[in-house]
């Protein structure tokens, strides 16, 4: 069945490297993704919306150079984290839009650890 | 292990009538609850979360969750709904252990408001 894959669950990386987080839809295509960003005891953040083939919309306060989001294909998009700071750490969770019955899927997340 | 179930998929309802989305959850660790909507072609929204203390949760445009622990349900409720509630609602569910953040969300009700 239809499931979005998102790797990895978790990644522990040093100060000042790129860390790249990938979410892909399995059995059904998605043009709409959307990437958010969780902090301990506190709701999701949205930080951006993603269509295949065009440049991500961003949240407000989300830095465009720091989280690169790449939606080249109906099944892929991905998030990469720039120059990663400690307080970049967080949860991150992918979601995608079925384009086929509109139904919204989740990834399972990435917790990203920057030592 | 975790799991959040949302046991309607599709609720209709008459404007201005009472709607009730039930969400049950399975967890062996005290969780964080959470409601959110998602209008088309949008990102999710948060209606209202629950971390501690009371367990009558008041959200956003009306909306309300009791949590109870003994039936280990958080399910939202609105006296009386509009037309502009026709949405996609999900439940999710947060713990944040030793190795980090984990969150799960249900499948989601599609709320469709009648006029």
């Known amino acids: 069945g239809a499931v979005v894959s998102q790797h990895p669950s978790r990644v522990i990386c040093k100060s000042g490297t790129s860390v790249k987080i990938e979410c892909r839809s399995l059995d059904f295509q998605a043009t709409t993704m959307f990437w958010y960003r969780q902090f301990p005891k506190q709701s999701l953040m949205l930080m951006a919306t993603s269509n295949e083939g065009s440049k991500a919309t961003y949240e407000q306060g989300v830095e465009k150079d720091k989280f690169l989001i790449n939606h080249a294909s109906l099944t892929l998009s991905t998030l990469t984290v720039t120059s990663a700071h400690p307080e970049d750490s967080s949860f991150y969770i992918c979601?995608?839009?079925?384009?086929?019955?509109?139904?919204?899927?989740f990834g399972s997340g990435t917790q990203l650890s920057v030592l | 292990a975790q799991s959040v179930t949302q046991l309607d998929s599709q609720v209709p309802v008459f404007e201005e009538a009472p709607v009730e989305l039930r969400c049950n959850y399975s967890s062996s660790v005290s969780v964080y609850l959470f409601w959110y909507v998602q209008y088309p072609n949008q990102g999710l929204q948060l209606l209202l979360k629950?971390?501690?203390?009371?367990?009558l949760v008041k959200g956003i445009n009306g909306f309300e969750a009791e949590f109870n622990k003994s039936q280990t349900s958080f399910h939202l409720r609105k006296p009386s709904v509009h037309i502009s509630d026709t949405a996609e609602y999900f439940c999710?569910?947060?713990?944040?252990?030793?190795?980090?953040?984990?969150?799960?969300f249900g499948t989601g009700t599609s709320l469709t408001v009648i006029p």
């Open positions: 999710a569910v947060s713990l944040f252990g030793n190795t980090g953040n984990q969150f799960y």
């Open positions: 629950y971390l501690s203390g009371s367990t």
């Open positions: 979601s995608a839009q079925d384009r086929g019955v509109g139904k919204l899927l």
